[in-house]
């Protein structure tokens, strides 16, 4: 099980991630719009053996609704774009340009530049986006990066896995495909499972397991993702900390309306993810339930996180959710195959659904509630026992799943670790 952390624009705080031993599985994705500004970071993770991946932002330079931001700021660009790319400009001279930075910075594996895979044309777009594939393939070689792989990217709705040509064109598409894994970022893919969902998702999922090749849920962190991987239907997760840690392709689809709202000051509402429950709520509703009799205790477990106020929980809110994270898939990768299911079921499911049922019966001040302009206690208690609720569902989802003959759970593939530690190899040059 692969838990590969993307950086963002948060390169002062991942080294800081890093020097504390948070980043077990040693993979990091670099935005091509950061590569020189991070260029003292990347040299750092080389040299301990980190994997680095690089993510063109193609993708983004593709969408009408995404391309004036950071993005057009990529380095492989010969300037700033004036317009979103085209198919026309995924060519040759597109795939030099990658492949030189790509070379130039050492990158091990690049991210397939692709563009959104919609309803309408889905074919069409899934191999224009596989020729490109080729076209890389072939400038990197010339550049000198025989030894950079490329990671096959999908972009777009979790319903179009449903379909079965597209799963077909998929599976039929890769079987000659210059791709060493395939990243599926997808919309309709969330943090709290639901029974319904998982059952559909991990049949989708299984199928294209006929690529033969490792698959990695991209901007994908939760409990959802873990299930996943827990039935062997996906060899990794990718994921920003507290952010790019779940996809929505609204804003791919149409103009952006807000900011981002689990980020930021200045009134914009901020959300953290709770220790042990597995979803997020607003920093008002965590600072209620913790100011509730025995809600410190329950909500922040201080004896294991060491969080002892709300003050502490703020502090330390990007770095709980990646330890919390990272812990747990390798916790899953530490299980035989055949015990995964029942030891992600035991180990985060119920211990999740078990902490949500407690916290939903704390009693909460309404008074401290209208002075935190949490609307309603009622409504915060009734979703914590609904999660609750919804969690013992997907628990008794996955045991079905594991017992339907149909869903044929052989276990996923490994992900090869490329990174190699150069401090390792002159020590040993050395001896």
């Known amino acids: 099980m692969a838990t590969i952390v993307r950086v963002g624009d948060f390169h002062q705080q991942f080294a800081h991630y890093q020097s504390q031993n948070l980043l077990l599985g040693k993979r990091a994705v670099v935005d091509a719009y950061n590569v020189k500004r991070q260029a003292d970071l990347l040299n750092e993770l080389r040299a301990v053996g980190f994997e680095l991946i690089l993510d063109t932002k193609a993708a983004e330079l593709a969408c009408p609704f995404k391309w004036t931001g950071q993005s057009r700021k990529a380095e492989w660009l010969e300037g700033e774009p004036e317009r979103p790319l085209t198919p026309r400009d995924f ?95 997808l919309s309709g893919i969330r943090r709290d499972p639901l029974a319904g969902r998982v059952r559909t998702t991990a049949r989708r999922l299984q199928l294209l397991n006929e690529c033969e090749l490792p698959i990695v849920l991209d901007y994908a962190a939760g409990l959802e993702p873990l299930t996943y991987a827990a039935l062997g239907v996906v060899s990794g997760q990718s994921f920003g900390i507290l952010k790019n840690d779940q996809f929505s392709d609204e804003t791919w689809l149409k103009p952006s309306k807000s900011l981002d709202n689990s980020i930021g000051d200045g009134g914009i509402q901020q959300f953290a993810r709770a220790p042990g429950l597995g979803r997020s709520l607003s920093h008002a509703e965590l600072q209620l339930i913790s100011e509730a009799p025995k809600g410190k205790r329950l909500l922040f477990d201080p004896a294991n996180t060491g969080i002892g106020t709300f003050e502490d929980f703020k502090a330390k809110a990007k770095e709980t959710a990646l330890r919390e994270a990272v812990e747990a898939a390798a916790g899953v990768s530490e299980v035989p195959n055949s015990r995964r299911p029942d030891h992600f079921k035991t180990t985060h499911l119920d211990q999740a659904a078990r902490k949500a049922l ?69 020590a040993g040059e050395r001896r």
């Open 91 to 185: 060519n040759l001279d597109m795939a030099t340009r990658i492949a030189e930075l790509a070379v130039a910075h050492k990158f091990h594996i690049v991210l397939a530049p692709s563009r959104y895979v919609s309803d309408a044309s889905a074919l069409t777009t899934l191999e224009q986006n596989h020729e490109f594939m080729a076209l890389l393939r072939s400038a990197l070689d010339r550049a000198g990066g025989q030894k950079i792989r490329i990671a096959s990217s999908f972009i777009g709705r979790l319903t179009l896995l449903g379909k079965e040509e597209v799963t077909n064109r998929i599976v039929s598409l890769h079987r000659d495909a210059p791709a060493s894994s395939i990243w599926l970022r």
């Open 358 to 426: 407690q916290l939903s019966r704390l009693e909460l001040d309404a008074d401290r509630a209208a002075e935190l302009k949490v609307k309603s206690t009622e409504s915060l208690q009734k979703r914590l026992a609904d999660y609750a609720s919804s969690l013992d569902k997907t628990g008794q989802a996955l045991e079905k799943i594991v017992e339907d003959p149909n869903m044929r759970l052989t276990g996923s593939i490994a992900l090869p670790h490329l990174g190699k530690s150069e401090k390792s190899d002159e």
